[in-house]
C-alpha cells in the first residue's frame, strides 16, 4: 500500500523568501504525485502534479515542484513567498495502476509573515 | 470550486441521527468521491462512485453509505451519527478522459459536528 509522509506540521517563513513544504511519498511502481492546497474555508485546490519526464514541475501562483525519484520525494517550493500563500498544503499519490485511488499526507501549514 | 457544491457547510446534530450530506457538480464528470479530512490525518477516502451504477467502498467506509441518484448527485449518509465521525467532508471529482493523471476537483466541504 502506498503512503505520503509530510514530516513538517508546520513552516513559517518571512515574506520574500524561498520556501519549502517537504513530501517523501512510498508506493510500488511508478508514481502520479500531486500537490493541493487548502485556503481557509474552502476546499482543496489543485496546484500541480507529475506524470513523468521533467523532474521539475511548475503550477499554479508561481510554485513548482521537484520530483526525485532516488529519495522518493516531492518537495514544493516557491523562490518568494507571499504572505497570501499561508494555507494548508497537501501533497498525494497515486500509483499508475491503481486506479484513481489517491493517498494523502497529513498536511503543511504554511504560515508566511510580512 | 464553484462547479462543486456542498450542502449543507455546517451541520451540527447529535448521536443516533441520521445525516445527509449532498454533492452537486456541473463539471460533466463521471467520477466522485467522498473524503473525510481529519487534523494531521490529512483525506481519507470514504466512497468513490466511478458512474451512475458503479459505487466502491474507500479506506474507511464503516458507518457510512452513498447514494449516486444521477451523473451529478453523489449524496453522503450517516445512519446513526457518532461523535468520532465529527469532522470536515469533502466531495470530489474526476474526468478519466482528461488524461492518464484524471486529476481530483473538490468542492468547499461540509463541517460536520455530532454531540
Known amino acids: 500500500a502506498q503512503s505520503v509522509a509530510q514530516p513538517e506540521d508546520q513552516v513559517n517563513v518571512a515574506e520574500g523568501n524561498p520556501l519549502t513544504v517537504k513530501c517523501t511519498y512510498s508506493v510500488s511502481g511508478n508514481p502520479y504525485l500531486f500537490w493541493y492546497v487548502q485556503y481557509p474555508n474552502r476546499g482543496l485546490q489543485f496546484l500541480l502534479k507529475y506524470i513523468t519526464g521533467d523532474n521539475l514541475v511548475k503550477g499554479s501562483y508561481g510554485f513548482e515542484a521537484e520530483f526525485n525519484k532516488s529519495q522518493t520525494s516531492f518537495h514544493l517550493k516557491k523562490p518568494s513567498a507571499l504572505v497570501s500563500d499561508s494555507a494548508l498544503y497537501f501533497c498525494a499519490v497515486r500509483p499508475h495502476n491503481a486506479g484513481n485511488m489517491l493517498t494523502f499526507g497529513g498536511g503543511t501549514r504554511l504560515m508566511v509573515k510580512p | 470550486d464553484a462547479d462543486v457544491t456542498q450542502t449543507p457547510r455546517n451541520r451540527i446534530t447529535k448521536t443516533g441521527k441520521r445525516i445527509m450530506l449532498e454533492c452537486s457538480q456541473t463539471k460533466g464528470h463521471d467520477r466522485m468521491y467522498w473524503y473525510r479530512q481529519d487534523p494531521g490525518l490529512g483525506l481519507r477516502l470514504i466512497y468513490y462512485?466511478?458512474?451512475?451504477?458503479?459505487?466502491n467502498k474507500g479506506e474507511i467506509s464503516d458507518g457510512y453509505s452513498v447514494s449516486r441518484q444521477a451523473q451529478a448527485k453523489f449524496s453522503l449518509s450517516l445512519e446513526s451519527a457518532i461523535p468520532n465521525q465529527t469532522a470536515l467532508y469533502f466531495c470530489?471529482?474526476?474526468?478519466?478522459?482528461?488524461?492518464?493523471?484524471?486529476?481530483?476537483?473538490f468542492g468547499p466541504g461540509t463541517r460536520l459536528t455530532v454531540l
Open positions: 470530489a471529482t474526476s474526468d478519466p478522459s482528461s488524461g492518464r493523471t484524471d486529476t481530483q476537483y
Open positions: 462512485s466511478f458512474d451512475v451504477k458503479d459505487i
